[in-house]
């Protein structure tokens, strides 16, 4: 049987009105148990979204306390390290000492031509020069630690370099007596030592001479001189301990301006210690004259130099019978030569910090620098490339006779005026620089 166009809209109209009813009310069902679970989900969403947003809260909330009680501990520390903590050498007020006005010295440029410049085999730093018998001595050292140091007494003529003596520790100064025999200012951690070292053809003996004053080690030694009559002078920076060596301890004395640098004197035949000169900010460097028996003296922190006759004793820096012969200095002298005419060399180991004088009166910076790092001290003082590294001046006159500078970095640790020739150590230099006057 066919059925026709009419049958079959009849046939779907009595299936729709018949089964619709159902599938309507099935749909609708279905749609409201969606719409339930998606409800549920929301909420499920909901109530988890504000479960970690709590869990957030609160530990951003922990975080914040975390970051304020460590940022507390912070400020305590830095106040602790800066502010509070004991130090050697509290500061001490002092007023800053005026700065002269131009010398009219000649000019003088440290040597730049290799030929001029004197090789010492890889040594870093040299801490003293002398001459004997037309040979250069140099008190020289490799490596950056005291408490390994090994410091060498190296003689050269301009060519080869040899090592006379090693001594452990930082070998600060030496001179010559007239026998012969070396008497050397040596560092250690725990102190300072003024020794005696003979050579001869079989090697070199060192000797222990002075360990201590009136019971108490040595502080930091900077230089020594030896009198015709043998008799033994060396300078004693300050009370700042030697254990992290020279430059450190002239660095905090400077910072600190205690004055309790000092000179001594040792008889070798009473074997006696005596003071010669005390009250110093910073005994650096030490020259005798022989003709007039007058000992010129290095005052790092008060930029002069004081002169006082070699048989003084007892005297206090600026008081009677201790005047200041040269002062204004444009730097912080460090050591001395005298040349056979009399000439004194005064080199210095940092150009004048504006900022340290201006705080000559508050020892509150002041103490704040001195509880700083030695590599932040280091970048408080420092001389300039084109800066004054030296200067020489006529003791019998008082002129200004020249100026020296060039290009080395480092301070000037030490030089030796030899005929028409200046030789000068470089802290961190690896040679011995020359300049002719």
């Known amino acids: 049987m066919r059925i026709g166009f009419v049958e079959l809209l009849l046939i779907l109209l009595i299936a729709s009105l018949t089964i619709g009813p159902s599938a309507a009310l099935w749909v609708d069902r279905w749609l409201r148990r969606a719409n339930r679970a998606s409800a549920a989900a929301a909420r499920r969403r909901a109530v988890q979204e504000a479960q970690r947003a709590a869990e957030r809260e609160e530990v951003l909330q922990r975080f914040q306390k975390l970051s304020i009680v460590f940022t507390l501990a912070a ?13 050697e050498a509290p500061p001490k007020t002092y007023t800053a000492p005026d700065h002269r006005q ?8 440290l040597s730049t031509d290799r030929r001029e410049i004197w090789d010492l085999g890889g040594y870093q730093g040299v801490d003293c020069i002398r001459t004997r018998d037309g040979l250069v001595y140099a008190a020289a050292w490799n490596g950056s ?12 003529d301009g060519g080869n370099a040899a090592v006379i003596l090693s001594v452990e520790g930082e070998l600060t100064g030496f001179a010559f007596d007239a026998a012969g025999d070396l008497w050397l200012t040596v ?10 070292a003979r050579h001869d053809s079989w090697g070199a003996s ?22 015709a009559d043998g008799k033994v002078y060396f300078a004693v920076v300050g009370q700042e301990s030697a254990e992290q060596g ?4 002239l660095r905090t004395e400077l910072l600190a301006h205690t004055g309790t640098g000092a000179v001594y004197v040792y008889d070798p035949a009473a074997r006696t210690v005596e003071q010669v ?55 912080y002298p460090g050591a001395l030569a005298l040349d056979e005419d009399s000439t004194l060399y005064i080199s210095y180991r940092w150009a004048s910090s504006s900022w340290l004088e201006r705080h000559a009166g508050s020892t509150f910076l002041r103490g704040v620098a001195l509880r700083l790092s030695e590599s932040m001290q280091e970048n408080l003082f420092s ?14 006159s008082g002129s200004w006779l020249w100026s020296f500078s060039g290009k080395p970095q480092g301070s000037s640790s030490a030089l030796c005026p030899v005929e028409n020739r200046v030789y000068f150590g470089i802290t961190g230099e690896k040679a011995l620089y020359s300049v002719r006057v």
């Open 145 to 156: 630690s005291l408490k390994k140091r090994t410091s060498d007494l190296v003689r050269t």
């Open 102 to 109: 131009a010398s009219g010295a000649a000019q003088a440029a």
């Open 383 to 396: 001389l300039p490339a084109d800066g004054i590294r030296a200067e020489a001046v006529s003791t019998a």
């Open 246 to 249: 020279l430059e450190s301890a």
């Open 75 to 87: 400020v305590a520390a830095l106040v602790w390290a800066l502010v509070l903590r004991p130090i």
């Open 277 to 331: 000169v005390g009250g110093i900010a910073g005994a650096s460097g030490l020259a005798l004259d022989e003709r007039t028996q007058t000992l010129y003296i290095s005052d790092l922190g008060s930029r002069c130099i004081w002169s006082a006759a070699a048989s003084a004793r007892s005297l206090t820096a600026g008081g009677k019978g201790c005047q200041s012969s040269f002062s204004g200095l444009p730097g």
């Open 206 to 227: 060192v000797e222990q001479v002075v360990t201590q004053i009136d019971g108490a080690p040595l502080g930091a030694l900077s230089a020594v001189e030896v009198g």
């Open 187 to 196: 560092l250690t951690p725990a102190g300072g030592t003024l020794c005696r």
